[in-house]
């Protein structure tokens, strides 16, 4: 099944306050910072288009995809989470082209404060797309009992965790998201800009949990695995 | 010899009040300010401030952003006047974001603090072809190229830029910069980069230090 998702701002509004926490790295925020995120909010939400596409897929058909051009780490987080899982789909989805264009033009005009500030909020409304579509596929398969009670869905993407960028093309083959407006270059690079692409991953909690042991894992500064891991270990939403 | 114009001007940059800056920098040169003078006592001291708050957690990088915004508009009024009286740039610096990748936001807020750091630069934009960054710094008289990259499929692109210097003779005296979320320290080294930023400021420190060394 194939479904094509739009979202209201209410599904996907980064929330200003914990954004600016981030930037001042818990210092108090000045209002002027907090003037040039509600500003940049306000503006983001005049041009965002949000829009999800969600394609469910097997194990098997899945492994074909993630081998990709054989270019993925040895060992990765998918290789024992996905023989975990209790349903799989392909996801892309974007906050559209005009959003991301505006922040290079602001650049352009010589406003690199608001280009910023638009940047930091279309980058985390779209992350918050890739929840808010992964949200709607696990209603859907508890509605049809696809799934148990506790499942939880993550979302996992090309270029992250020892997934491969050039994972994109096999992705992008299969879910064919152009129907929302995305596009693929040779280089694995989605347009619109903001936009963001992978595996829904519903299963039980345990399912995605894996050691941040990996090779790559050394190389990583963010290690968002284990907020992420830590998030579907909580009470199920 | 600073004097309460150049203050106001060093004050209200600041606090990224552009067009106090550009208003006091108006003010300055109907004054007969000398251009050295409200370039390094007014734009440039008040950016240094900026630099060491932003460095002590007191300022945040929208505060640096605003505040090289209204450099940025001050420059356009005192860049004239610098030429005419022969005063040096910190240098100029060509930008680019390399072939086959489409981010610009890091790039970007290099060039911005690059600027307020008195810096010229040449920003060639994204998806950019290794022989117009060399044919960029040779046409401008660039001694450093930055350049930029989010994707790992795009960052090998980083070398093809150097080799296009080598194949020009230009690898001596341009100097090679590299940035942006895969690239890393080591990668740098590996292509034969002169130096790797994390961040934006990074790349300000490193770009001074290089631009320093080939002067």
């Known amino acids: 099944m194939r479904h094509v998702y739009e979202f209201t701002a209410g599904e996907s509004t980064p929330d200003v306050e914990k954004l600016l926490a981030r930037e001042v790295g818990g210092a108090p925020v000045p209002d002027r910072l907090r003037h040039l995120f509600q500003q940049a ?21 899945f492994v074909q995809i993630y081998r990709g051009e054989g270019l993925n780490a040895p060992s990765a987080p998918l290789d024992v989470i996905i023989p975990r899982a209790q349903r799989l789909a392909l996801f892309a989805a974007t906050v559209g082209d005009a959003a991301s264009a505006e922040i290079g033009i602001l650049f352009g005009r010589g406003e690199p404060a608001a280009g910023y ?30 799934v148990g009670e506790d499942a939880r ?32 270059s040779h280089s694995f690079l989605m347009r619109p800009l903001k ?24 190389d990583c500064t963010t290690h968002e695995c284990r907020g992420r891991m830590a998030s579907v270990l909580r009470a199920p939403r | 010899m600073t004097t309460p114009l150049l203050d106001g001007i060093s004050s209200a940059l600041q606090r990224g009040d552009r067009d106090a800056v550009v208003a006091l920098t108006r003010e300055a040169i109907d004054a007969a300010t000398p251009a050295s003078s409200l ?16 460095r002590d957690y007191e300022m945040f990088l929208p505060d640096v952003l605003l505040a090289a915004r ?34 610009d936001i890091g790039k970007n807020l290099v060039g911005i603090m690059l600027q307020g750091a008195g810096f010229d630069t040449v920003d060639l934009g994204v998806d950019v072809d290794p ?12 001694t450093v190229i930055g350049m930029s990259a989010l994707l790992t499929t795009t960052m090998i692109g980083m070398k093809d830029v150097i080799r296009a210097l080598e194949h020009r003779g230009l690898r001596d005296r341009i100097r090679t910069v590299v940035g942006g979320a895969p690239v890393s320290q080591a990668f740098a080294v590996e292509i034969g980069a002169d130096g790797y930023a994390a961040d934006a400021p990074g790349a300000v420190a490193l770009v001074r230090a290089l631009a320093r060394v080939s002067s």
């Open chain 1, 41 to 61: 909010l306000a503006h983001f939400e005049s041009l965002a288009t949000r829009a999800a596409i969600v394609a469910e897929t097997s194990a098997d058909a």
């Open chain 1, 117 to 146: 500030a638009l940047d930091i909020i279309a980058s985390e409304a779209t992350n918050m797309l890739a929840d808010a579509a992964a949200l709607r596929f696990l209603r859907l398969q508890q509605a049809r009992r696809a």
């Open chain 1, 153 to 184: 869905v993550l979302p996992y993407s090309p270029g992250y965790c020892g997934w491969h960028v050039s994972g994109q093309r096999s992705l992008f083959e299969a879910l064919q998201p152009g129907a929302i407006g995305i596009t693929l």
């Open chain 1, 195 to 218: 936009s963001v692409s992978g595996v829904l991953v519903a299963g039980p909690p345990p399912a995605h949990r894996f050691k941040p042991t990996y090779d790559f894992c050394e």
């Open chain 2, 39 to 54: 370039l390094n006592q007014g734009l440039l001291a008040g950016m240094r401030v900026v630099g060491a708050k932003f």
């Open chain 2, 70 to 103: 209204a450099m940025t508009a001050a420059m356009e009024l005192l860049r004239p006047l610098l030429v005419a009286d022969g005063v040096p740039l910190a240098g100029r610096v060509v930008l680019g974001t390399v072939k086959g990748d489409l981010h």
């Open chain 2, 131 to 142: 022989d117009a960054f060399a044919e960029a710094a040779v046409t401008h008289g660039a």
